[in-house]
């Protein structure tokens, strides 16, 4: 089976699987799982053939992309004059890593949802999102123009939409859902005004026409990577518009894995490194996003402290790690030229040399996140299932016994995220470091203090959560989960552990430090010193200054920080209830006024009105009497005699 038939079953298998369900099994819960989740493994089995099946030279390599072949195709969709909009698709390393992450952790999810979501009622709609949410995201990382991408940008938007909602009849799902959806229109709204620029200023969207036109000198308008940034802000959650991501926790925590910590809110990261050209011609638009990633890594990590919901905590960590991947992103590259160029023979230089070691780093922190936090997610969905649907940190203790498995891999999902020395997010965290370190010291410490904050909020929650005394009846209660939930938790830790890594991505990333001019041993040491001693105060300050106890250590001892955080955590969601109740909504009512007294009133009914008067003049007319009839024809008569003579004029 050629790539691109590979590429087309990932594409529309999900997609199948949506309108099945859609159209016939949307009252069968049972029907519409099996549905999901056998297309679901079509689907990984696809991908996984697609991003691995022709790279003879993996195993002998150790480096990720070496590819035989690549797919690029395309057809015309429409046409209106001279603009054309194209369907195709672009799978090459990128695409093909991004693939091979959606697809392990979107089964992982669907596996996890059989147990999670047995008792659900709308199992069948709960699935039907799933499948249309990973269609939308496959369209994301194989489009090959910006139009295509930003249709399937779209529609992932709606998928969000449709599984934070889930839970329809709660309030507070229903809000969610619409603040996610509105909030990320504004940063999409960017997004579309930078697709537009592109098309004007280089005549296309196509991401591999673009990238031959900067390659060949043409210049970019500052303005343009600004704004396709804006749709990153939005998709993946930056300060500002990082509003939407905590709230849309109150969604099955099975779609918080899939959608805000794996796959949805990763989209941001793959567009900014699928058009890192636009952002390399134009350092000062780097610049900017740098700042604005490490600006959203310390203020999420800030907010996480003072959390007591689980999912919450996840929640922020979420968004300081989207941080750290932004500012990898912006940080740029710091090597020119590797002296590696793509082979004689049709191969391809791996993913990290050809992106640099910005957009590299990025990928490589998004790939290792991924897996750990998916793990994150689906651990505290273990536990909210075992302590009876109980999300309060406060409330839970003792599991440690009452839940080994979900014990174990949690744990490795922690270390994992706290940069533990050879497990997954230590080689990525210290990728990043090492960038800031070269590129930008004031950036690097705060990077550092991230990973600091990062460390002691994540061993916070996790010391709370299982160990010590159960809080509450329900922690009490609590049991292991079923298998099907503790398989994606064993597969998941697995991933989380650094031995994946080694062999495929941290090599690369020494191959790319070797060519810098740098003291290399001496930088090396220094950012694992750096690493150790960052997981170490972190962890150490969390286990030593928290007590397992019903109550939050931080506020008891010290409230004025604990008040301090909150307000921190609560401003930004205030300041923007503040401008829609006193301004926008204002404005809006101002509009309504000048709508319905102006347009609706003195322009639509008083047209109406003066025509309606003119019209029982004009009906007074008729009178029925010939002779009146008579007068009025010879008056028209002299009338028009007087202007055609110009007697009028």
Known sequence: MSPTHLALITLLVPLASAAIIALFLRRSGTLAQIISVTACAAYAAAALMLAFGGSRQLLKTTLPGYRDEAVN????????????????????????????????????????????????????????????????????????????????????????????????????AADASKKAFIVNRVGDFGFLLGIIACYYVFGTTNLTEMSAKIAGGAAVATCIPLALFCGAVGKSAQFPLHVWLPDAMEGPTPVSALIHAATMVAAGIYMLCRIEPIFAAVPAALNVVMWAGVITALYAALCAITQSDIKKVLAYSTLSQLGYMVAAFGLGNIVKDVGMQPSGNGEMAPLFLIFGTGAAAAMFHLTTHAFFKALLFLGSGSVIAGCHHEQNIFKMGGLRRKMPITFITFTIGVLAIIGMPFLSGFFSKDSILYLAMHNNMAAFSILTLTAVLTAFYMVRMWKITFLGQSRSEEASHAKESSISMTTPLIVLALLAVGFVYVPVFYKAFLGVFDNVPLAQGTAHTIILITSIAVMLIGAGAALAFYKSAATDTLRDRIPGVFTILTHLKETPDRVYNYYVTKLQQRFALLLNFLDQFLIGGLIVRGLAGLTGFFGLGARALHVGSIHAYVYWFFIGVVLIWAFATGFLS
């Open 73 to 172: 195709a395309s057809f015309d969709w429409l046409s209106i004059g001279d603009f054309t909009l194209s369907l195709g698709i672009k799978f090459d390393d990128l695409a093909a890593l991004m693939l091979v992450i959606v697809a392990i952790v979107g089964l992982c999810v669907h596996i996890f949802s059989i147990g999670y979501m047995r008792d659900d009622k709308a199992r069948a709609r709960y699935f039907g999102g799933l499948s249309i949410f990973m269609f939308s995201m496959t369209g994301i990382v194989l489009a090959d123009n910006l139009f295509m991408m930003f249709i399937f940008w779209e529609l992932v938007g709606f998928s969000s939409w449709l599984l934070i909602n889930h839970y329809r009849e709660k309030q507070f």
